[in-house]
């Protein structure tokens, strides 16, 4: 079997829509045997059956839930070589989130259970395995916005700013012994869940005028956590690394120069 992740065993949490869907159709595609967990149960069984993937239903925020969704992996495959974990509900942050001073506290409650309690558990209880086995790759999804600024989604920031600080510090306790763990930041994506803001063709070229280069697909965005789960990657840990098309890059598409020339005139 040939392929960047043939023969492994690969975990996508959340992988039964968007980047995570994505990614589950790539890593069958590279070699690996892959269980698409996702709190949809029926949306990780159409992504499974769709690719040849198995199925499982977890929801993260919960630790028994992600504790039996390893051990179900596990006496399903002997191991865990790879997890990438990138469940999230955007609806919840597109319409729910806000900034500070106006956000309920239910809703930031619910945005760090989600984000970060369930980073917490799978990274744990994946963790725990993969002790076990003295080998794996942990990759979790960040996101540009909490690289920078980003007004009215202060819960969201807060959660995933939280994601890139474990990511180094899990790194830091894990790869001594043998467990990678780094994180993707990706910026927008063209997703299903982001349809509503890049079918409306202003509010599209408002987003496009934010990047440098053409808005990424999901499997854009996937290619990259794929490469970390593979043994190419076998000497990065601890990284953060950004995939958004030149979103932080810069401040705006304007010539710096011309203005301080314009103003010297």
Known sequence: ????LAGKVCLVVGGGSGIGAAAVRLAVRDGAEVVVADIAEDAA????NACGADAATVDVRSS???KALVSEVVARHGRIDGVFHTAMSVPLVNKDDRRVTELPEAIWESILSLVLTGTYHVCKYVGQQMLRQRAGS?????????LIGQAGIDAYTAAKGGVIAMTRS???GLSPEGIRVNAVCPSFVETPHQRGFLDDPVLRSRIEAMHLMPIMTAEDASELALFLLSDRARYLTGGIHVCDAGYTAFKGRMDVLEIFDRVAD
């Open 1 to 4: 079997m040939s392929g960047l």
């Open 45 to 48: 069984k159409r992504v499974a």
């Open 64 to 66: 028994e839930s992600v």
């Open 138 to 146: 942990i990759v979790l999804t960040a996101t540009s916005d909490a």
């Open 170 to 172: 899990i790194a830091a």
